[in-house]
T-cell receptor, first 113, second 114 residues
Framework: NAGVTQTPKFQVLKTGQSMTLQCAQD?????MSWYRQDPGMGLRLIHY???????DQGEVPNGYNVSRSTTEDFPLRLLSAAPSQTSVYFC????????????FGSGTRLTVV | AQSVTQLGSHVSVSEGALVLLRCNYSSSVPPYLFWYVQYPNQGLQLLLK??????LVKGINGFEAEFKKSETSFHLTKPSAHMSDAAEYFCAVSEGSNDYKLSFGAGTTVTVRA
């Protein structure tokens, strides 16, 4: 089925560990982004990309790294996990100009202990 | 920069009653406006959007929203609530075709009473 695929769905990390959250889309969308969702705060933009080789920071980029080597994939790397990064992470993709709305993945629930 | 305010973090309605979720935004340019719904343990699904043209937009599941520029609002309504409407709803804004980035409100959780 076409859409945005995120892996893993659940992850528990120890403080200081690193990991990569995977995101792939098969809709040939230019735009991809990562959000984190915390209770009472809605979704906050971490990083985004407007095409292969182009990335930029969002509202809450500290502690996260991204790259976009292909149109399809947009992995999010946690460099040294901290308890404050416990959250639900969503990847989204969208077509030209943002007028069509965005397609969201099903999320990754991350717990840092 | 744009921002979104959703009035009321929780709304409880009776089955068959009107659902009204309020959203106000700020944007320095003509905005694109969106409503998303999130069911428990799922991702976000687009309900409806306003980009240009008709200010009353209809979406899925009987929802609609009206863009009121003078009030900087984009309230979501459904005439008759169904039990399946119980979910969290998010209003979001982007700065039109110049900006891909979405800013989200804090969300409103809807509970439907039988």
């Amino acid at each position: 089925n076409a859409g945005v695929t995120q892996t893993p769905k659940f992850q528990v990390l120890k403080t200081g560990q690193s990991m990569t959250l995977q995101c792939a889309q098969d809709m040939n969308h230019e735009y991809m982004s990562w959000y984190r969702q915390d209770p009472g705060m809605g979704l906050r933009l971490i990083h985004y990309s407007v095409g292969a080789g182009i990335t930029d920071q969002g509202e809450v980029p500290n502690g996260y790294n991204v790259s976009r080597s292909t149109t399809e994939d947009f992995p999010l790397r946690l460099l040294s996990a901290a308890p404050s990064q416990t959250s639900v992470y969503f990847c989204a993709s969208g077509g030209t100009g943002g007028a069509y709305g965005y397609t969201f993945g099903s999320g990754t629930r991350l717990t840092v202990v | 920069a744009q921002s979104v305010t959703q009035l009321g973090s929780h709304v409880s309605v009776s089955e068959g009653a009107l659902v009204l979720l309020r959203c106000n935004y700020s944007s320095s340019v003509p905005p694109y406006l969106f409503w998303y719904v999130q069911y428990p343990n799922q991702g976000l699904q687009l309900l409806l959007k306003y980009t240009t043209g008709a200010t009353l937009v209809k979406g899925i599941n009987g929802f609609e929203a009206e863009f009121k520029k003078s009030e900087t609002s984009f309230h979501l309504t459904k005439p008759s609530a169904h039990m399946s409407d119980a979910a969290e709803y998010f209003c979001a804004v982007s700065e039109g075709s110049n900006d891909y980035k979405l800013s989200f409100g804090a969300g409103t959780t809807v509970t439907v009473r039988a």
